[in-house]
């Protein structure tokens, strides 16, 4: 834990937090991209920390509160087909399809399984070859080497039983479409660490030249991320917009190669929906031709999908940061962590959620 | 890491009675009849004998006329459990059976006297590693210092069960003078915590998602009515005792906020984690505030006795790394507020159900 702690020294926040009121003399809101990034801000207090010039929005990366709402219906359609075991991440469990989720379906005698990698899906289906294991590979470019990897085992082995459900989505394209969207506020973005040390920073200085905006890739403990919003405010300040990494420590420009080369052999882009935001164009990945029959949406046919989003819900605003996630008027009424409308109120990394789970109730107030 | 790893060596199990002919838990075994006579003379009585039980009564018969003597007042308390795997590092479900409803009981300030036993098992269970249950079972009680004495076994069928379930129910008698509860709670109390928190979580978690850690991460299951005497005997005005199980510290901090309406305010640097739990919670994404504990309690105190308190519970085997956690304030009614490390605040919400591990 010491590699942990020393990046959550009380003293040297402080010293980060007075040098960014020092330089700051006009408001600028800044996007933290990754849901994991929103949830550390959120548990530590790091916004209540900051002079009231920098505001911090939060931004789409939460790969859970993104998989758009026809791929949950799918999965669950996929989870109660009696022959298949549905292995997925913990917390895409609980959100919300269009009528029920994942933990209904188990409910009703589903084998829904959680696990902590797909490669433990992998060898559940080795194991079980008289079972369909299907695996829901959601995530950024963080999570794409793992399921890369388990589909190109998969088919090394020759596991006819083993299929991937992918709904897999990418920063780049999400920056670019954030910027051009009409009301767009941000000024200047913390890019995703860990999307980061898989992809490296080079696909970032077009980004950053395109829209004259600052983008400095940061890490996830207090000290990283206040050190993340200084180099952004100081570069605001001073009328620059470079690609700049405070997350050197894990991060280099060219990335993890040999991660990107399995990537780009199993995946290829694809247009992409997000839940809450539409369709971006070549924002995610789908199974290259040469894996394609390890893709579950082509080993089961779902049809009849016709999706219904809740009207109260307006994850779509907070995904694009134009709503704080408690001015959404059925924040905490209508919708809680318990009776979630939509999956930003459900993973740890969504928005809402961690506004909820914070006591950020009202607008403004600290501990309400 | 593999479960098998924690259940005791078998090899040499030798039944008493003539059980060998079924080594498997079979139907009729619960049919009331010869076979289930077999099993506990085979299993139960050997391990939990003592007098009261030994008669076999369809009740048996308390004399607690001593104990409630000058004031004394009965507890009561029951508990199922249920967990996976049986057996696990630190512990298995035998010693949560006597340690979970020894601690519920001695939460209400009494000093647990005996309990009862009834398992639902699962057809086909391996009587072998039933014996083994009973047998930790019989030597968590023997370290409580309660008896078992009165029983119930069915079976159901295979596939309706985990192996095996217990239920415990338990009496015990709160000594005269002590009144856990009787002055309300208020702003200014100080809330202390006996030791380490997460640890019961983490090791069923990594057993049973099969994640190996550097280190392995044990079970603290431990019997606290004698940590709770010591308590007692240097405060008998504490206001509240909790034990933070299922839903972990913020669940008991949520619910003593909720009944005293007052805040509770937890220092962020003081909340005692084994290094290697919060490491196996850092990577899980858990907060180590959610997870079990299954030796530990909370205790909420007047500010002025929560020294000597603290120095009690220090002294007691079951209570050396106590540590102040916090602070009842008048602000914030019902809410549970952490002060982070770095200098912010964030509510400690009350859990909805399980935690989730998160995706990256």
Request: hydrophobic share 45%.
């Amino acid at each position: 834990m010491k590699h942990l702690t020393e990046y959550r020294d009380a003293d040297k926040a402080r010293r980060l937090v007075a040098e960014i009121g020092r330089v700051v003399t006009r408001p600028w809101a800044i996007m933290e991209v990754c849901g994991g990034q929103t949830h550390s801000i959120i548990r530590n207090g790091i916004d209540q920390l900051l002079p009231p010039e920098v505001e911090l929005i939060h931004g789409p990366g939460c790969p859970v509160c993104v998989t758009p709402l026809e791929v949950i219906d799918r999965a669950l359609a996929i989870a109660a087909d009696p022959r298949v075991v549905f292995c997925s991440f913990g917390d895409m469990l609980r959100v919300p399809g269009s009528r029920e989720n994942l933990f209904a379906v188990k409910g009703r005698g589903g084998d829904v399984r959680v696990v902590y990698s797909p490669l433990d899906a992998v060898k559940f289906a080795r194991q079980h070859p008289d079972r369909e294991v299907v695996f829901f590979a959601i995530g950024f470019e963080t999570t794409a080497p793992a399921n890369a990897m388990a589909v190109k085992l998969a088919k090394q082995e020759g596991l006819r039983n083993f299929s991937m459900l992918v709904s897999h989505v990418l920063v780049p394209p999400a920056i670019h479409a954030i910027m051009r969207s009409p009301g767009n506020r941000v000024n200047a973005f913390l890019a995703a660490g860990h999307v980061c040390s898989v992809m490296g920073t080079w696909q970032y200085p077009p980004l950053a030249e395109q829209f004259r905006v600052p983008i400095v890739i940061t890490g996830f403990e207090p000290l990283d991320l206040l050190d993340g919003i200084r180099r952004t405010v100081l570069q605001l300040e001073q009328g620059r917009h470079l690609v700049e990494n405070a997350y050197a420590r894990v991060v280099s420009e060219q990335g993890n190669e040999a991660a990107q080369t399995v990537i780009n052999e199993v995946f290829t882009p694809h247009d992409r929906a997000w839940r809450g935001i539409g369709t971006i164009p070549g924002s995610g990945w789908s199974l290259s031709d040469a894996y394609r029959d390890f893709d579950a949406e082509e080993r089961f046919v779902v049809t009849g999908i016709t999706t219904t989003e809740s009207p109260l819900c307006k994850s779509g605003e907070v995904l694009k940061g134009t709503l704080k996630p408690n001015q959404c008027p059925a924040f905490g009424k209508e919708c809680t962590p318990r009776r979630p409308l939509g999956a930003t109120m459900v993973s740890g990394e969504g928005a809402c959620a961690a506004y909820y789970h914070a006591g950020r109730f009202l607008e403004g107030s600290g501990t309400a | 890491m593999t479960n098998r790893r924690f259940i005791p060596d078998l090899s040499n199990f030798a039944c008493p009675a003539p059980l060998r002919d079924y080594p498997h838990v079979i139907l009729g075994h619960g049919g009331g009849g010869a076979l289930t006579h077999e099993l506990i003379e085979g299993v139960f009585l050997p391990a939990f004998s003592n007098p009261l039980l030994d008669r076999l009564g369809d009740s048996t018969v308390l004399d607690l006329a001593g104990e409630l003597a000058g004031g004394g007042r009965l507890a009561i308390s029951t508990d199922s459990y249920v967990v996976r795997p049986l057996f696990f590092p630190g512990g298995s479900i035998g010693d949560l059976a006597v340690n979970g409803t020894v601690n519920d009981l001695a939460m209400g300030g009494a000093m647990p006297l005996c309990l009862t036993a009834g398992f639902i098992i699962e057809e086909g269970f391996p009587i072998a590693e039933l014996a083994a249950v009973v047998d930790a079972m019989a030597m968590a009680a023997g370290a409580a210092g309660v008896r078992i004495v009165t029983g119930d076994t069915k079976v159901v069928e295979r596939g309706h069960g985990d192996g095996v379930y217990i239920n415990t129910a338990g009496i015990g008698v709160v000594p005269p003078g002590v009144a856990i509860g009787a002055a309300p709670i208020r702003a200014g109390d100080v809330v202390l915590v006996s030791g380490m928190i997460g640890d019961h979580g983490m090791a069923i978690m990594s057993v049973r998602e099969g994640l190996a850690f550097e280190s392995q991460i044990e079970s603290d299951t431990a019997p606290l009515h004698g940590l709770v005497a010591a308590m007692l005997e240097t405060c008998p005005e504490i206001r509240m005792l909790r034990d933070p199980t299922r839903g972990g510290v913020a669940t008991s901090l949520n619910e003593i906020a909720g009944v005293a309406a007052c805040g509770i305010e937890v220092d962020e640097a003081a909340v005692p984690v084994h290094a290697h739990v919060a490491s196996a919670c850092e990577i899980l994404g858990l907060d180590p505030l959610l997870v079990a504990n299954e030796g530990k309690l909370l205790a909420i105190v007047p500010a002025e006795a929560a020294g000597r308190v603290l120095a009690a519970m220090k002294a007691h085997e079951h209570g050396r790394q106590s540590v102040v956690l916090g602070r009842v304030v008048a602000e914030h009614p019902r809410m549970v507020v952490m002060r982070t490390a770095v200098g912010g605040t964030r509510v400690v919400p009350m859990p909805i159900g399980e935690q989730l591990p998160r995706i990256c």
